[in-house]
């Protein structure tokens, strides 16, 4: 008789179109960002929206709602370079079990997205400001 995996010994796949939408991004510049998001039927990766070119930071703020979790990519200009940030948002008010499945997800996508330049994570909105992007993606004076 077999039992349903636990959140926490669930291991997430990423669909084929998780690595095409971040190459997308880093290389191909035809999107600012993208938002993944974990099919719980599926226990699959897949993308939520994209960002088109553009966007507002705002934009991506509204990304990080109450209750959810979300792993993001962003391309985010510091200083006229552009920066890929890797962003983790597990809202403090977010079920546990959707932080620890977004958590192991979060380390998949870490290890297969190569080129990040700046991960960041947050659990309410002052975490993830404008001011906290710029001065992680500003190159430490020696």
């Known amino acids: 008789m077999s039992t349903p995996s636990s959140p926490s010994s669930t291991i997430v796949k990423l669909s084929p179109e998780c690595q095409q939408y971040y190459q997308d991004v880093r290389i191909k510049n035809k999107y600012q960002g993208v938002v993944y998001k974990i099919n719980k039927e599926t226990n699959q990766m897949i993308i939520d929206k994209t960002f088109q070119n553009g966007c507002s930071f705002n934009e991506l703020i509204q990304c990080f709602k109450e209750n959810e979790c979300s792993i993001i990519?962003?391309?985010?200009?510091?200083?006229n370079s552009p920066?890929?940030?890797f962003i983790y948002w597990?809202?403090?008010t977010a079920p546990q079990?959707?932080?620890v499945l977004y958590?192991?997800?979060?380390?998949?996508?870490a290890i297969t997205l190569k080129?990040?330049?700046v991960k960041i994570a947050g659990t309410k909105n002052s975490e993830l400001t404008e001011e906290i992007f710029?001065?992680?993606?500003?190159?430490k004076q020696a």
């Open 103 to 109: 958590s192991n997800a979060k380390l998949t996508l």
């Open 83 to 85: 920066k890929l940030y």
């Open 134 to 139: 710029k001065e992680r993606g500003t190159p």
């Open 115 to 117: 080129g990040i330049d």
């Open 90 to 92: 597990g809202s403090e």
């Open 73 to 79: 990519v962003f391309k985010y200009v510091v200083l």
């Open 97 to 99: 079990s959707d932080k």
